[in-house]
């Protein structure tokens, strides 16, 4: 059957973490525990970070994926509680590399506690959850989590070495992200896939589903970062351009530029000037960038649906492509 879509009747149109409520709060309650499983020096400062944490999409995917392949057990929840301390011991890290003094409008780490204890924080997060995926009997389980954490470090590094360089391709923006952010979504749906015995190709489809989702994810980010309010958003913005990160709207507009507007903005990144947004308005269509960013991302969008198609129309299966509507919605805001 196919995936049902949401102009169907009968369909709720709430939130689509709405329907696994229930299984996220024993995702919060078994994060509380592997709080308290650090030394009492040290957890006060887990806990911490652990409370300014968002919506544990990574977790709500793990268990969507296993509801839409025939039920949720105490695998699909565990692999979301590592999968989102990993996630959680990258934002320390990359708030560190960002130099970002909030998120979700409360101080950051590293705006706490410095940088050195707050790069320790991360490892001991990373760590403990890398400690917890042996606790699967499959050794498969505990190398792809191993290999997502390493492919989400691989991409922070990329993406650090590269700042303010203009040799940056789009394709290598798409692999910095893929590995940055997509690799630990596309590792909440491959893995709660593999967990519910799914055979290779449903596996391949759901964890592609996950990658996308991700890297559209980003996408929205950066393109956030140029237009979003700090006040709605809740952390430190145009971090990306004032750091030389060259997003998929900064390349966009490189790519539409006039050859006098390109090397106006050229002179400004090799020579590491800060960017903001009137500058940007000043050297071409920044509105046309961001445009052609958000048209890439709903693309993609587009083909997670399609990953969707030939699996059982359940509540769970609408809610994996509601998120894909949610996305959708949100990345429309930004051509305002």
């Known amino acids: 059957m196919a995936a ?35 030394d009492p020096a040290v957890e006060p400062y887990v806990s911490y ?7 544990r999409i990574r977790p709500a995917l793990s268990i969507l994926v296993g509801g839409a392949l025939g039920g949720v057990d105490e695998g699909h929840l565990k692999i979301g509680v590592i999968l989102e301390l990993i996630h959680m011991a ?38 403990h959850a890398l400690a917890l995926a042996t606790d699967f009997d499959d050794i498969g389980i505990c190398r792809k989590v191993g290999r997502a954490s390493r492919e989400v470090c691989e991409g922070e590094i990329i993406q650090t070495q590269r700042r303010f360089d203009l040799t940056l391709t789009k394709a290598d923006y798409f692999r910095i992200i893929e590995m940055k952010t997509g690799a630990l979504f596309a590792a909440a749906t491959g893995i709660a896939a593999a967990l519910s015995g799914a055979d290779a190709a449903t596996e391949a489809k759901l964890y592609d589903y996950g990658m996308k989702l991700g890297t559209v994810y980003q996408i929205y980010d950066d393109c956030l970062d140029l237009v979003g309010s700090e006040d709605t958003v809740g952390k430190t913005l145009r971090t990306d351009l004032a750091k ?16 006098p507007q390109r090397a106006k903005l050229n002179k400004k990144i090799i020579e590491q000037q800060a960017l903001d947004l009137p500058v940007l308005v000043g050297i ?8 052609s960013a958000v048209d890439t991302a709903q693309s ?9 198609r030939g699996l059982e129309g359940t509540e769970y299966v609408f809610a994996l492509e509601q998120i894909t509507r949610f996305m959708g919605a949100l990345l429309e805001k930004c051509r305002k």
């Open 49 to 55: 970070v652990c409370n300014t944490s968002g919506k």
């Open 244 to 259: 030389g990160k060259l997003t998929l709207p900064i390349l966009n507009l490189l790519e539409s530029a006039s050859e």
């Open 90 to 127: 990258t934002l320390v890290h990359d708030d560190i590399i960002d130099g970002a003094t909030t998120r979700r409008m409360v101080p950051t780490a590293n705006a706490k506690w410095g940088s050195g204890l707050s790069v320790l924080l991360g490892d001991a997060l990373f760590s």
């Open 284 to 291: 071409a269509e920044y509105e046309g960038a961001i445009e």
């Open 300 to 308: 993609m969008l587009s083909t997670c649906r399609d990953h969707l």
């Open 4 to 38: 049902p879509t949401l102009s169907e009747p009968g369909r709720s149109d709430r939130f689509p973490f709405e329907l696994v409520r229930p299984q996220l709060e024993r995702v919060e309650a078994a994060i509380r525990d592997q709080v308290r499983a650090f």
